[in-house]
């Protein structure tokens, strides 16, 4: 996966204002955190927002600052939801040769053979907590539901990962699922029934 490239330069001041003063000027305030002290930057908005879509945990990024280069993750964000816009970003510095732990996102993709015999399909989790090598890290794990059946499920622990990928997340924990619709209506349907038998019982007694 190819590494994606953002120029930063240094942030001279600190502080609240000098936080809006930078956004005003088109400006994110960031800090990479890693091996060393914490190194404060000014990342262009413009340049973020056609680099990056949308923000992933799973993307190795290179930061150029001057003749300094830094490969990063993003580890956490601040955004303004009225104005849609990124505030702050915290990025860690990794290590090549280093394992990593991050989250990859989970990709579930087909029409599973019980939805289309009227099941309901179920995809819990959307994320997977995995740790490898900066050069086996995959921008996402692809999961094919096409044969899940109804009442079928798929765990964390059957999913088939990248080589040199260790999966962190519980193998208990369920990716996807198909519950049956009709047995679901049939369950409401006899629970609406005892409800109604017991209200008759209570007015009898009264």
Request: charged share 30%; proline share 4%; hydrophobic share 35%.
């Amino acid at each position: 996966m190819a590494d994606k490239v953002l120029h930063v330069e240094a942030r001279g001041g600190k502080g609240s204002a000098e936080s809006r003063r930078s956004r005003a000027e088109g400006l994110i305030p960031a800090v990479v955190y890693g091996h060393s002290e914490p190194k404060h930057i000014l990342v262009n908005r413009r340049e973020f927002k056609t680099v990056f879509k949308h923000i992933t945990e799973s993307e190795i990024i290179t930061l150029k600052l001057g003749k300094e280069e830094v490969q990063v993750l993003v580890k956490d964000y601040q955004s303004d939801i009225v104005r849609g816009e990124l505030m702050h970003l915290d990025f860690f510095e990794i290590e090549k040769g280093k394992s990593l732990k991050t989250r990859v996102p989970l990709h579930v993709h087909g029409t599973p053979i019980g939805v289309r015999e009227g099941g309901i399909l179920e995809a819990p989790l959307h994320e997977l907590d995995i740790e490898c090598l900066p050069k086996d890290l995959p921008s996402s794990i692809e999961v094919d539901i096409s044969n899940l059946g109804a009442t079928s499920a798929i765990h964390v622990r059957e999913l088939e990962v990248p080589e040199g990928v260790h999966v962190l997340t519980n193998g208990d924990q369920v990716v996807a699922a198909v519950t049956h619709a009709k047995a679901e209506v049939t369950e409401e349907a006899e629970e609406g029934e005892e409800g109604a038998a017991e209200a008759e019982e209570e007015e009898s007694e009264e």
